[in-house]
């Protein structure tokens, strides 16, 4: 990163454990903004634990998240960090938008009911505002006609681009994407990576945790292979693909390369 580059969202000697099994073992690490940083390791590193721990709906046993220079969760008094109440971590949380492997769309809304529900009902916007910004989001993923479909009529590629259109609904700072294309049939994984490539164009800063190589090499600005709990490298993602320091980082790569 150079010194022109501010961190949008920075992680501070993160640990979690489960019980006795620690899933974060001191992760630090930086995101610009306007960057694209791609995540990447073996099933049960801890990759789904981190992004939790960035929205706070995982609390770190100690070290911190901080985005646009406020600490996610907590307030710092002195040398100590404070938790936030409730009401002030749901303000936090409604920065960052989250995509998960499975779409998550409330079945019972249509889409159009799915990305203006939180606006409206989070965020206050009137319900003429909240539906003309949903439509604009819905011509941005390519789903202008789908307004009233329910989700259940739509194909896994075209809920997971209304899971990117709902979330990017709330304007969030940074948005977080927990291999959205990973449960999808091969012919509709690069219909959802279209999107999140228009997206990464238009400047959003974005962590990605995936495993399409290509995308990472061609969108990413960075890339961190995490293993047992800790990031073991990272680099320029066409470096880091091409040439693995790390030996850790070579068995993988020489798996699902
Ligand atoms: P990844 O996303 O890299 O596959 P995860 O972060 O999902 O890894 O999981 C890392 C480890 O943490 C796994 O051993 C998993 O079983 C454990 N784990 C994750 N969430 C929980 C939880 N809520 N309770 C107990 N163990 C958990
Ligand atoms: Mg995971």
Redesign the pocket.
Known sequence: MTDEQTALVSGHAIRKS?GA?E?LKGVDFEVASGAVSCLI?P???????LLRCINHLERPDSGWVSIDGEIVGYRLKGERLYELPPNHIARQRAEIGMVFQRFNLFPHMTVLENITYAPHVIRRRSRSEARAHAHELLERVGLSEKATAYPGSLSGGQQQRVAIARALAMKPKLMLFDEPTSALDPELVGEVLDTMRMLAHEGMTMIVVTHEMGFAREVGDTLMFMDDGMIVERGDPREVLADPRHERTQAFLSKVL
């Open positions: 489960f099994n899933v390791g099933s049960g590193s801890g990759k789904s634990t």
